[in-house]
């Protein structure tokens, strides 16, 4: 069924992981628990405050998991969540199109 009369299915998903920076962060992290810095390494086209802004939205959309550990310094981690594994198959999907359409 691709009528949006009661929201679009595609707009709502594109809503939580669209955008430049989220799809990277995903594929990122299905790949392995990171740090922020380590994040900032594998995209360094990203700022501060946007891989910030990103990671807080997709915390508050239960895709990632943020964990603080009682260190001095704090270390912080970034992990895909139970529910933000389920985008698996459309990551890996994007990411083969995505090579597809670089190699054309």
């Keep these: 069924d691709y009528e949006c009369n ?7 998903s594109l809503e ?8 990277a962060i ?3 992290l299905l ?6 810095n380590e994040l ?6 990203i700022t501060q405050r946007m891989l910030t802004k990103q990671l807080r939205e997709l ?8 964990t603080v550990y009682g260190e001095v310094p704090p270390r912080v981690e ?3 969540t139970e529910y933000g594994q389920t985008l698996t198959p459309v990551i890996e999907a ?5 090579r597809q359409h670089l190699d054309k």
Aim: hydrophobic letters at 40%.
């Design 26 to 28: 995903l594929y990122h």
């Design 78 to 80: 970034y992990s895909m």
């Design 59 to 66: 915390e508050a959309n239960k895709l990632v998991l943020r």
């Design 16 to 23: 939580v992981i669209g955008g430049k920076w989220k799809g």
């Design 6 to 12: 009661n929201g679009c299915p595609v707009e709502a």
């Design 31 to 36: 790949a392995q628990t990171m740090r922020f």
């Design 94 to 98: 994007l990411h083969a199109w995505g």
């Design 40 to 45: 900032r390494r594998v995209m360094p086209d």
